[in-house]
């Protein structure tokens, strides 16, 4: 659960770190599941075993589920919880640079695209191995403030997109440093990146999207939705079940 001050800090900055909150019972799993997959090759992302596993894969839905997690959740986003995308990111030393970007224009398939990421600290996590960084209150208004199409390659998109340094101030940028088990929360609205590992520390990570349920999601052949707290309206969504 949030703290009346944590959810007050969310609604205000964007975001909001939660230290301690993934016991080693949750995160074992998931880090068992990243060693045995990181290194299949696959073309299409849909074949990215670290990209949605929580559909089949136990370990990593049960890391989604967490009632702790889940709580904190729904203190910023109400009962009624849908899972979205999950995705481990996987920055090994070397690894590539996030470009400064918001969540929420990324996703054509969900409106409105007000969404909760929850980033769940695999590794410790510092400014030497690339940890997260955002810009506080950059949410505000939630305001799509225009990515363009980038060259530079990127740790989640293949085509990425990055926001001028003109629609934001990066002076103002704010390092994430977290311990594993640490949990930050962001909107999908936030301006946020990181840079590249330049350690010989892994920096990974579980990134969890959650919306309402009062979304409407527009249902495609290769993503699947799960309502995993509350209820929803009828209202044309298409949820599934763990393992279905
Ligand atoms: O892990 C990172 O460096 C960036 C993660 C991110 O952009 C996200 O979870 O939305």
């Given at each position: 659960?949030?703290?009346?001050?944590?959810?007050r800090d969310?609604?205000?900055?964007?975001?909001?770190?939660?230290?301690?909150l993934?016991?080693e019972?949750?995160?074992?799993?998931?880090?068992?599941?990243?060693?045995?997959?990181?290194?299949v090759?696959?073309?299409?992302?849909?074949?990215?075993?670290?990209?949605?596993?929580h559909?089949r894969h136990?370990e990593?839905w049960?890391?989604?589920t967490?009632?702790?997690?889940l709580d904190?959740?729904?203190?910023?986003l109400?009962?009624?919880?849908?899972?979205?995308?999950?995705?481990?990111?996987?920055k090994?030393?070397?690894g590539?640079?996030?470009?400064?970007h918001q969540d929420g224009?990324?996703?054509?398939?969900?409106e409105?695209?007000?969404a909760?990421?929850?980033w769940?600290?695999?590794?410790?996590s510092?400014?030497e191995?690339?940890?997260?960084r955002?810009i506080?209150?950059?949410?505000?208004?939630?305001r799509d403030?225009g990515?363009r199409?980038?060259a530079?390659?990127d740790?989640?998109q293949s085509?990425?997109?990055e926001?001028?340094?003109e629609?934001?101030?990066p002076?103002?940028?704010v390092?994430?440093?977290m311990?594993r088990g640490d949990?930050?929360f962001h909107?999908?609205?936030?301006?946020h990146?990181s840079?590249?590992n330049?350690?010989?520390?892994?920096?990974a990570?579980?990134?969890?999207?959650y919306?309402p349920p009062?979304?409407?999601?527009?249902?495609?052949?290769?993503?699947?939705?799960f309502l995993?707290?509350?209820e929803?309206?009828?209202n044309?969504n298409v949820?599934?079940?763990?393992?279905a």
């Amino acid at each position: 659960m949030l703290t009346e001050d944590q959810v007050r800090d969310y609604v205000e900055h964007g975001f909001v770190t939660v230290p301690n909150l993934m016991p080693e019972s949750v995160l074992a799993p998931v880090e068992a599941y990243l060693l045995r997959n990181q290194d299949v090759t696959w073309s299409h992302k849909n074949d990215d075993p670290l990209r949605e596993a929580h559909y089949r894969h136990r370990e990593v839905w049960d890391a989604c589920t967490f009632p702790p997690l889940l709580d904190c959740v729904e203190a910023l986003l109400g009962p009624n919880l849908v899972l979205l995308y999950a995705h481990i990111l996987n920055k090994r030393p070397g690894g590539l640079r996030v470009a400064w970007h918001q969540d929420g224009p990324y996703w054509g398939r969900v409106e409105p695209k007000i969404a909760v990421t929850a980033w769940v600290a695999l590794d410790d996590s510092t400014p030497e191995n690339g940890c997260m960084r955002v810009i506080p209150g950059s949410h505000s208004g939630h305001r799509d403030l225009g990515q363009r199409p980038v060259a530079e390659p990127d740790l989640i998109q293949s085509q990425p997109f990055e926001l001028p340094a003109e629609v934001f101030d990066p002076s103002r940028a704010v390092d994430l440093s977290m311990r594993r088990g640490d949990v930050s929360f962001h909107d999908s609205y936030l301006v946020h990146g990181s840079e590249p590992n330049r350690s010989d520390r892994r920096r990974a990570a579980l990134t969890i999207r959650y919306v309402p349920p009062s979304t409407r999601i527009t249902h495609t052949s290769d993503r699947r939705q799960f309502l995993v707290r509350g209820e929803a309206p009828e209202n044309g969504n298409v949820y599934f079940e763990f393992g279905a």
